[in-house]
């Protein structure tokens, strides 16, 4: 899909790059190889050139993180997928008066990491500064604000993509948990039907001295980042469809 995007160029909406793309060019090397005007020579030239820099930094996420909107970050996905990774946190919901990530759990697709307050939470720093793409489910109002505030100077990932706002494009609207059913997802019976409230509780009782409430909150913590993984590609791949549906290819 990043090949095949064009707007990231300044002055190519969403309509030009439909335009682009019913025309058969569906590439940056289809555009850059196009014998003939396509806008006009001033224009086609100064669209080359942001194309050849496009090639050049293929690699480098920040290219792109730079010149994409929040709202067409997903597209980026599939070329950086390797270097992503899922995030969700855990808090302690305000307890006494204080509100403190309690849980943190990272998810690149083969590997669970999961830093616990009191244990190794300060070991999530270097963890996550390996990671040029960080996905998260309401991320961008809670988990990373959140994570901000607890590490101060830490570096996250370049991008990042909040399936909240993707799949509601998609039509999947309300919390993970209930896209997750919708979506045919389920969860091992141990925390089958567990909420962010449920959590907190298992927090409190891990601190009163209930090695089982951790294990159950890591588990419940786990799922979220794992099943993010199975969301993203559903999301991926419709919005792939979406965008080319109608084209005349």
Not at 12 to 31: A, M, V
Not at 39 to 44: E, L, M, Q, T
Not at 114 to 128: H, K, P, R
């Amino acid at each position: 899909m990043l090949e095949q995007t064009f707007i990231h160029i300044q002055g190519i909406g969403k309509k030009t790059e439909e335009r682009l793309w019913n025309r058969g060019i569906h590439t940056w090397q289809d555009f850059v190889e196009h014998r003939g005007t396509i806008f006009s020579d001033a224009r086609d030239r100064i669209v080359r050139q942001e194309l050849e820099a496009s090639v050049e930094h293929r690699t480098n996420i920040r290219f792109f993180a730079e010149r994409l909107s929040s709202g067409d970050m997903w597209r980026i996905f599939d070329a950086f997928k390797t270097k992503a990774v899922y995030l969700d946190i855990e808090t302690s919901g305000g307890y006494q008066g204080m509100d403190e990530i309690t849980v943190i759990g990272l998810y690149n697709g083969a590997t669970v990491e999961t830093f616990v307050n009191g244990i190794d939470l300060d070991e999530f720093e270097l963890a996550i500064a390996k990671y040029d793409l960080v996905i998260t489910f309401s991320g961008s109002s809670f988990d990373l604000p959140f994570i901000r505030r607890w590490f101060p100077s830490v570096s996250l990932p370049l991008a990042h993509i909040d399936l909240r706002f993707l799949l509601k494009r998609l039509g999947y609207s309300g919390g993970l948990k209930k896209i997750e059913k919708e979506l045919g997802v389920v969860r091992n019976a141990e925390i089958d039907g567990m909420n962010g409230f449920e959590a907190v509780m298992l927090w409190k009782a891990y601190q009163w001295g209930d090695r089982d409430a951790l294990e159950t909150l890591i588990q419940y913590n786990t799922a979220d980042i794992v099943n993010l993984e199975y969301l993203m590609e559903i999301g991926y791949r419709k919005m792939k469809e979406r965008a080319f549906s109608g084209l005349q290819y």
